[in-house]
T-cell receptor, first 115, second 110 residues
Framework: GAGVSQTPSNKVTEKGKYVELRCDPI?????LYWYRQSLGQGPEFLIY????????DSGLPNDRFFAVRPEGSVSTLKIQRTERGDSAVYLC?????????????FGPGTRLTVL | QKEVEQNSGPLSVPEGAIASLNCTYS??????FFWYRQYSGKSPELIMF????GDKEDGRFTAQLNKASQYVSLLIRDSQPSDSATYLC??????????FGTGTRLQVFP
């Protein structure tokens, strides 16, 4: 079946602009996660949704970052007033309720470049 | 001290050898431990998870966990050039987020 999909695959923007990154999880997966991976680093947790609600947003670096999942499926990560330090690959993962949050399947990521 | 530490490598092993990848973690409350493989430019792919002390084998892969020493390792037997990738160790405590190390780059040469 289809895996986690993310759009766009690449996004180039200018400093100060607003961007939206989209994640479509595997069908039936109730849990959805956003991570950010900088070059040479491991993924860094941002936020976790269980259904429509954010169960843990402790990883969001500041109030410029916001994420929604209004219908419990697709999620959008929103970044306001982008900064060069926001450049990274943004990864989305999802997990099935039966397997729990241990088996997280990652999407291909969105590479964000802030000029 | 980082929460999850890995040697960045590269670890170079000849084809057919055993590759040994190591990871230490700082939170004694960690409950679940994971190894992900990440090819260059691709997303992480789950290889194995382990919860209990001891060894867990899956094909050519063996995960080893020692909670007393806060140490988890991954052994890859009969290493192949296709195993060349970055291997990420991840840990989960009593929350649902994964804490990743920086990864170890493995190179298997023919």
């Amino acid at each position: 079946g289809a895996g986690v999909s993310q759009t766009p695959s690449n996004k180039v923007t200018e400093k100060g602009k607003y961007v939206e990154l989209r994640c479509d999880p595997i069908s039936g997966h109730t849990a959805l996660y956003w991570y950010r991976q900088s070059l040479g680093q491991g993924p860094e947790f941002l936020i976790y949704f269980q259904g429509t609600g954010a169960a843990d947003d402790s990883g969001l670096p500041n109030d410029r970052f916001f994420a929604v999942r209004p219908e419990g499926s697709v999620s959008t990560l929103k970044i306001q007033r982008t900064e060069r330090g926001d450049s990274a690959v943004y990864l989305c993962a999802s997990s099935h309720p039966e397997t729990g949050t241990d088996t997280q399947y990652f999407g291909p990521g969105t590479r964000l470049t802030v000029l | 001290q980082k929460e999850v530490e890995q040697n960045s490598g590269p670890l170079s092993v000849p084809e057919g050898a055993i590759a040994s990848l190591n990871c230490t973690y700082s939170d004694r409350g960690s409950q679940s431990f994971f190894w992900y493989r990440q090819y260059s430019g691709k997303s992480p792919e789950l290889i194995m998870f382990i919860y209990s002390n001891g060894d867990k084998e899956d094909g050519r892969f063996t995960a080893q966990l020692n909670k007393a020493s806060q140490y988890v390792s991954l052994l890859i037997r009969d290493s192949q050039p296709s195993d060349s990738a970055t291997y990420l160790c991840a840990v989960k405590g009593n929350t649902d987020k994964l804490i990743f190390g920086t990864g170890t780059r493995l190179q298997v040469f023919p």
